[in-house]
Structures are given as C-alpha cells and as structure tokens.
C-alpha cells in the first residue's frame, strides 16, 4: 500500500490550494480517504474524509463552506480543495487511508505529507 | 463532547512500564486508535479497535479503556520510543474524528 502526495506549494492569503493523493497497492474503492494536517509544532487536526466509492464526503466543522474532497477512479487519486486560504493554514497535510469496525475508525496508512505554506 | 485530553508531556525510565492515557466521553461508545509520530515523519498507526496491532508493531504497546479514559501502555519502553503519542476516535455521531492534542514522550 503506497499514498503519494503531491509537492509543497507557497500560497497567498485568500487563494486556494489543490493537493493530490495517488494511492496504490489495494483496491481504489474500498477504503475511505481522509486528510489530517499538522501546523507547525501542533498536534493532529482531522480535516474530512471521502468515500472513493461513491464520492461521498463528510468535513470537519471548522472547514465547512472551503473545503471539497473529490476523486478519480481512473488513476485512483484523492483530490482536497482548500479556499479562501489564511496564514493559519500553513501546515503539512497528510493524507492516510481509513478503515471501520462498528466501534473504531483509524489510518491505517499514511502519505508522507504536503507543506503547505501560506505568506504574502 | 468531541475533545479528547492527552497529558502534553511524559517521560519513563528506559525499561520501565508507562501508560498515557486519553480523556473523552466519546470513549464510552467507541474505541480510541493511537499513534506514534517521530520528528519530521508521517503517524504510524499503533493500536486500532480497542486492543489490535497492526503487523510489525511491538507487543510491548497494548492499549486499554476504562468509562471515558482510553490508554496506551508500553510495558518496558525502549529509547527508540521517545516519540508524541496522538489518540483518535470517533465522535459521538459516529461520522466525525478527533485527534488528542499529543503526549510528547522522553525517554530517560
């Protein structure tokens, strides 16, 4: 199972970021995608998870109205979108792989991570 | 509640048996996982649905939960374990995660 996550991208205040996700090595559609970022010296911040099945998605409130996750099956890649981009967005942005039991949910593995630098 | 409490900072002597333990009322409907995060590295999924390792994690990290404290226990730590420490779980809809804010852990 390999995740590979797109290059480090310098952002400006307001604009968007578009970061990818190729996953490989088990089938595309059975294991929810989610992304988790980590500003620098922070903890672990749950962002939103989609369903690479069916498309779904499901966003942490803090991110509601500028994030959008999508996908493409063809290529078995994850896509997240983040708008209107603030200086407290600078963060390495993980991607990993979830999986369920009626009573858990965990990530099982993970891409090496995105920096995403937001200055003027 | 969705918050989950880590103590931030740990230390054990090496050899030595240390539990770091995660504050939730989601607990008492779900499992926490935890994590292992070394400087400069993606998270290394340690304890996933209430008491399982994944392949290749050493047997000395268990994990427990007791009402609304989930725990993570290293029986004999190792210097190679001087690492943060995150639990995770479910909220209490079931759709959401949090994340604990992290135990930093030393190794003396």
């Known amino acids: 199972v390999q995740l590979v996550q797109s290059g480090a991208e310098v952002k400006k205040p307001g604009a968007s970021v578009k970061l990818s996700c190729e996953t490989s090595?088990?089938?595309?559609?059975?294991?929810?995608i989610h992304w988790v970022r980590q500003a620098p010296g922070q903890g672990l911040e749950w962002m939103g998870m989609?369903?690479?099945?069916?498309?779904?998605?499901n966003f942490g409130q803090k991110f509601q109205g500028r994030i959008s996750m999508t996908r493409d099956k063809s290529t078995s890649t994850v896509f997240m979108d983040l708008s209107s981009l603030r200086f407290d967005d600078t963060a390495v942005y993980y991607c990993?792989?979830?999986?369920?039991?009626?009573?858990?949910?965990?990530?099982?593995?993970w891409g090496r991570g995105t920096l995403v630098t937001v200055a003027s | 509640s969705s918050e989950l409490t880590q103590d931030p900072a740990v230390s054990v002597a090496l050899g030595q048996t240390v539990r770091l333990t995660c504050q939730g009322d989601?607990?008492?409907?779900?499992?926490a996982s935890w994590y292992q995060q070394k400087p400069g590295q993606a998270p290394v999924l340690l304890i996933f649905?209430?008491?399982s390792r994944p392949s290749g994690i050493p047997p000395r990290f268990s994990g427990s939960t007791s009402g609304d404290t989930a725990s993570l226990t290293i029986t004999g730590a190792q210097a190679e374990d001087e690492a943060d420490y995150y639990c995770?779980?479910?909220?209490?809809?079931?759709?959401?995660?949090?994340f604990g804010g992290g135990t930093k852990l030393t190794v003396l």
């Open positions: 990993a792989r979830g999986d369920d039991s009626t009573h858990s949910r965990w990530f099982d593995f």
């Open positions: 090595g088990y089938t595309f559609v059975t294991y929810y």
């Open positions: 989609i369903n690479p099945s069916g498309g779904s998605t």
């Open positions: 989601t607990f008492r409907s779900y499992y």
């Open positions: 649905d209430k008491d």
């Open positions: 995770s779980c479910r909220d209490s809809s079931g759709d959401l995660v949090f």
